[in-house]
């Protein structure tokens, strides 16, 4: 553990010496429990010497958490009114923070590192899901990161570990599951943080796995689109738009009066194998 860490003040000393509060605008809500931070901060493994990308790290919580970890951590923050405490937290650990003033949306991880990475963040809740599938979506596979773990709405958590057969199943799933390993880390209940949101959240971590052969990320998202944007209708009707879709079935043995939910993640990739 870092030497310097006793004389860091208590998070909520630095919200208020700084007289921030959390932007609903921004997706904002800040955790002030430092040992439920370091439990966070231990999902990926043992990060020391590990670079970590953080988005949103608002007045720095989790940052400090992963800092006492041994992260060289690069944070995105949009909101200028949290530059001030983390400013303070790179003279507290010198060297081992960067904080890029930005929108996470518009920067693309690879141009901020030359080697691995981890992506460890309390995301906000307004630009979670398209950060997340924007990370996810890359011909390229493995990926340059090594781990994701994100925190999302509950509801959200559960979309991407869901399984086939279940009202939570659908293109987040296959997203998460087709070339990766996705568990539900941690659930953190609403009274954590600071203003509480009317919803529970949820940890999630994926980690890269081995890629099906032969298979194009575009064309398993242009399925999956299908299939899930008239979920209650046959896979008949809402592979029809798909070019070569209904003959795959076919090829494949697949019932075209079957629903997409009830398609596993293997049957998923099979389709888009045969029309890619």
Known sequence: MNTVEPSLPPLREVIAKHGLSASKALGQNFLFDEQLLDRIAAIPGALEGQQVLEVGPGPGGLTRALLRAGAQVTAIEMDRRCLPPLAELEEIFPGKLRVIEGDAMKIAPATLFEGAYHIVANLPYNVGTALFTGWLSGEEWPPQWRSL???????????????????????????????????????????????????????????????????????????TEAAFGQRRKM???????VPGGLDTLETLGIDPQRRAETLSVDEFVSIGRVLS
Not at 162 to 189: C, D, F, N
Not at 235 to 241: A, D, E, H, V
């Open 149 to 223: 773990t994100l925190m999302f709405q509950e509801e959200v958590a559960r979309r991407i570990v869901a399984e086939p057969g279940t009202s939570a199943y659908g293109r987040l799933a296959i997203l998460a599951q087709w070339r990766s390993r996705a568990k539900l880390a941690m659930k953190v209940h609403r009274s954590a943080f600071t203003p509480p949101p009317k919803v529970m959240s949820a940890i999630v971590q994926i980690t890269p796995a081995e890629a099906p052969q032969g298979v194009s990320m575009r064309v398993l998202e242009r399925v």
């Open 235 to 241: 896979l008949r009707q809402s592979l029809k738009g």
